[in-house]
T-cell receptor, first 110, second 113 residues
Framework: GEDVEQSLFLSVREGDSSVINCTYT??????LYWYKQEPGAGLQLLTY?????DMKQDQRLTVLLNKKDKHLSLRIADTQTGDSAIYFC??????????FGKGTHLIIQP | KAGVTQTPRYLIKTRGQQVTLSCSPI?????VSWYQQTPGQGLQFLFE???????NKGNFPGRFSGRQFSNSRSEMNVSTLELGDSALYLC????????????FGPGTRLTVL
């Protein structure tokens, strides 16, 4: 079955770039997503990339997709304290529901 | 546009009881999906409804059921609650079925005692 893997924790200094990585196994995934979850809240859609794209940039966010290695990354430029949250990578194939990774806790050091 | 709304936000039940959770999608969205989030299993897909019909179902027992109304609002029901059903239940809406982007509500925190 499908599986999405992420590192559990990432610690960065305020002002640096954060790079959160994700690997997936379903080669037929049509869309890949990044969601953000703050404590006690639901999931906020950050960005998504269609499987025929290599890169997508949206303000401070850059998504890179390597289809050959089934690797997805989210880069957050100039990381701020408000970026502290759990970041989920998710894939969707056809009519199936989203398959999520376990989430990466982004910790910001002052 | 208002986002996805879920009621109630918090719920406490005891084992053996049943519970109904409600979700109102973004105006104009016709698809509603439900997910369960627990510390151990993470986020897992429960089911998806479109045009009042269940279109897809995850790997959950029959105690978990749902329905969708003609105005696209959806309810999820869990019967004979177990301690392991304690979780954050998230609803997501999308404009159409399948590959459309899903937008999530704040969730309902269910605690089973």
């Amino acid at each position: 079955g499908e599986d999405v893997e992420q590192s559990l924790f990432l610690s960065v200094r305020e002002g640096d770039s954060s790079v959160i990585n994700c690997t997936y196994t379903d080669s037929s995934s049509t869309y890949l997503y990044w969601y953000k979850q703050e404590p006690g809240a639901g999931l906020q859609l950050l960005t998504y990339i269609f499987s025929n794209m290599d890169m997508k940039q949206d303000q401070r966010l850059t998504v890179l997709l390597n289809k050959k290695d089934k690797h997805l990354s989210l880069r957050i430029a100039d990381t701020q304290t408000g970026d502290s949250a759990i970041y989920f990578c998710a894939e969707k194939e056809g009519a199936d529901g989203l398959t999520f990774g376990k989430g990466t806790h982004l910790i910001i050091q002052p | 546009k208002a986002g996805v709304t879920q009621t109630p936000r918090y719920l406490i039940k005891t084992r053996g009881q049943q519970v109904t959770l409600s979700c109102s999608p973004i105006s104009g969205h016709r698809s509603v999906s439900w997910y369960q989030q627990t510390p151990g299993q993470g986020l897992q897909f429960l089911f998806e409804y479109f045009s009042e019909t269940q279109r897809n179902k995850g790997n959950f027992p029959g105690r978990f059921s749902g329905r969708q109304f003609s105005n696209s609002r959806s309810e999820m029901n869990v019967s004979t609650l177990e301690l392991g059903d304690s979780a954050l239940y998230l609803c997501a809406s999308s404009a159409r079925l399948a590959s459309d982007t899903q937008y999530f509500g704040p969730g309902t925190r269910l605690t089973v005692l």
